[in-house]
């Protein structure tokens, strides 16, 4: 497994700073100037901020979200652009800038929005901040959801 496998593992149980650890590790491991890592990069870096969201560190993760969607564009990676904009528009969201949030999900109207829950990879509500593929997927996320969602409270 690689460490960024193992590092994403850790996220998924929690274990947040040992998560950090193991990405910033497998980064030193990739020479950021060869093209060839540039998908490496950009998805190494996604994952990064993936984790700071989760840690509720949301200008870190926005960050490197940033980062990913800047190098996922220079070599035309729709999936991870499309990726690395859903999860900048979580971060707005997180933050409350419902308004922001839902202009970077718009950037991929009609036909390369991803879906909110963040473990559907499908492309595609209410608070009209977050956008669903189902109504399915919809209910899967709405427990991390409604942490954020003001249009629940």
């Known amino acids: 497994m690689t460490l960024a496998g193992k590092a994403r593992q850790l996220d998924a149980r ?3 700073h040992e998560a950090e650890r193991f ?8 020479d950021p100037s060869a093209p060839a890592s540039y ?16 840690m509720g560190r ?7 979200f940033t980062k990913s969607l800047d190098i996922s564009g220079s070599i035309r990676d729709l ?10 528009a979580r971060v707005q969201r997180a933050k409350s800038e419902l308004l922001k949030a839902k202009a970077l999900k718009m950037l991929g109207a009609p036909d390369d929005m991803r879906c909110g829950n ?16 189902s109504h ?8 991390r959801h409604k942490r954020y969602c003001q249009y629940d409270m």
């Open 136 to 143: 399915g997927c919809q209910k899967d996320d709405y427990e």
């Open 58 to 64: 949301f200008d870190q993760a926005e960050q490197w």
């Open 14 to 16: 929690g274990s947040h």
């Open 118 to 133: 963040y473990s559907c990879s499908s492309l595609t509500s209410s608070c009209q901040a977050a956008f669903y593929c």
């Open 39 to 54: 998908p490496t990069l950009a998805n190494i870096w996604n994952s990064l901020g993936e984790l700071y969201l989760h």
């Open 23 to 30: 990405f910033h590790r497998a980064l030193e491991l990739i």
């Open 79 to 88: 999936k991870e652009i499309s990726a690395s904009r859903e999860n900048l």
